[in-house]
């Protein structure tokens, strides 16, 4: 689990850490209205390329990476996987009613070509959502995505809710550790291969509560150091990680504001107008 | 001490420590939601995550829950991995309101008021609210933003909404009764 998350506290030194916030914030947004949109692979592909190029750029730790990226899929696949069981025929509603019959087990369950189709595209989408908020996450600073949301008119009390749970999510992991290493030294047996399923539950469970409680008794402290700097004085604040934007910065701007405007154009006319239940097929009869 | 409208209890006092503590509960919202839980069905856990809103609302009050519950949940896709379900966010966001209406209906957890009365409501109202949170309102916006796929969104709010009603009343009455007696302990003093 501690290997697992991470985010930066301090800028990094690559072309898309340069970035500011607001830049960085309204691409995002504006990249999981796009992915979220439609179920068509021609729109979802170009994305998933640009977002791996990104994380590449963004020069990461690989070996956690991999790991990462093995774990969403391996999630994903048993999602759809589940779809499949629940429903074998969700395809043929999406793709326009017919349904080619590749193999099947029974009369109820079998595998169609619409089928396969609309459950690979799901994994693809689910998968680029994913890449999109990778790059995402380790391309920004708590601060930037404060001062980003703050940019894009987010009042700043939620601004600072956001930012701050974000750059909490590590200390939780390393709390856990901490705990769990301490439990294992008072006897109790955490490894997970060694102990039945209910066991495991109620094992979580003594970890669990003391991390809630550890974690709620730093409020005190945080909301103090908080205080003591002045927070919350003023209906307004500004940020020190809001800089002036640079040509770069517009540029990206100005390709957002170009995406929002498909993005819109898209939902108006594909989703609003027709029924949203229709995707790309291209084995159609 | 003065008493407090119904006002404001619902929306809490916004102060600095309100806002910490909406944060802490929305990161440990999140990482309770991809990690602190078991699956039960596609994209649907029995979490653990479900404790956040109730310590929340029982020390803040109904709306810091609800914020608390919806950043979470955004957080949680966004390391999670498993693509973006604002639908869901919304209807646990719902969902966090209604169990963090404690202190409205007189559980004063932080001067150690609850008692078995207490937890009766908490019960009725965590079945009610999941029932409205998941069976009414996320359907709702998941055809608005993605359209159709109701027969397993359905699916997926009965699981998750019988799953969240067990973390909520096995987990969470108890863990109300702890906090109770640790905040009652140690402010036994009378206004002389």
Excluded at chain 1, 97 to 115: A, M, P, Q, R
Excluded at chain 1, 226 to 242: C, I, M, N
Aim: hydrophobic residues 55%.
């Amino acid at each position: 689990m501690s290997k697992r998350i991470f985010i930066n506290i301090v800028p990094g030194k690559t072309f898309l850490h340069k970035l500011s916030g607001k830049t960085k914030v309204g691409l995002f947004i504006v990249c999981i209205v796009y992915t979220i949109m439609s179920f068509d692979l021609r729109l979802l592909a170009p994305l998933m390329f640009l977002s791996l190029i990104a994380i590449v750029s963004l020069k990461p730790d690989w070996k956690v990476i991999i790991v990462l990226f093995i774990a969403i899929f391996l999630m994903n696949f048993f999602n759809i996987f589940l779809y499949w069981v629940v429903k074998p025929d969700i395809g043929s509603e999406w793709t326009g009613g017919t349904s080619t019959i590749l193999y099947s087990f029974s009369s109820y369950y079998f595998v169609s070509l619409e089928t396969l189709w609309y459950l690979l595209v799901r994994l693809f989408k689910m998968l680029t959502s994913f890449t999109v908020s990778m790059a995402f996450i380790l391309s920004i600073t708590p601060s930037e995505l404060a001062s980003g949301l703050h940019g894009l008119g987010v009042p700043y009390k939620i601004c600072t809710v956001v930012s701050l749970a974000f750059r909490y999510i590590p200390d939780i992991s390393r709390d856990y550790e901490n705990i769990k290493v301490s439990m294992q030294a008072r006897g109790v047996e955490m490894d997970l291969r060694k102990t039945p399923i209910l066991k495991r539950l109620k094992q979580t469970i003594y970890i669990l509560f003391p991390l809630i409680i550890t974690s709620f008794d730093r409020i005190g402290n945080i909301a103090n150091a908080l205080d003591l700097r002045g927070y919350g004085l003023k209906k307004d604040r500004t940020y020190y990680a809001e800089v002036e934007p640079t040509l770069m910065d517009k540029l990206f701007r100005w390709s957002t504001l170009a995406l929002f405007l498909f993005c819109l154009a898209w939902i108006v006319s594909r989703n609003i107008w027709e029924p949203a239940t229709k995707m790309w097929f291209p084995f159609e009869v | 001490m003065k008493k407090k409208s119904i006002i404001e209890l619902i929306v809490g006092e916004w102060n600095t420590k309100t806002i910490v503590a909406v944060a802490i509960g929305a990161a440990l919202f999140g990482v309770l939601m991809v990690y602190g839980g078991v699956q039960v069905f596609t994209n649907t856990k029995l979490t653990t995550a479900m404790l956040i809103p109730v310590i929340v609302g029982a020390l803040f009050g109904p709306v810091p829950a609800l914020v608390a519950c919806g950043v979470g949940n955004v957080l949680a896709d966004l390391i999670g991995g498993w693509g973006f379900w604002f639908d869901w966010s919304i209807g646990n966001a719902v969902l966090g309101f209604f169990v963090g209406l404690l202190p409205v209906y007189g559980a004063r957890i932080d001067e150690g008021i609850f008692n078995v009365k207490h937890a009766v409501i908490f019960a009725i109202i965590a079945v009610l609210a999941n029932a409205l949170a998941f069976g009414v309102i996320t359907p709702i916006f998941t055809v608005l933003f993605y359209g159709g796929e109701l027969t397993i969104t359905f699916m997926q709010s009965l699981t998750g909404g019988a799953s969240n009603v067990l973390v909520l009343t096995l987990l969470g009455i108890p863990l109300l009764f702890l906090l109770a007696k640790r905040y009652g302990g140690s402010k036994n003093l009378t206004k002389e």
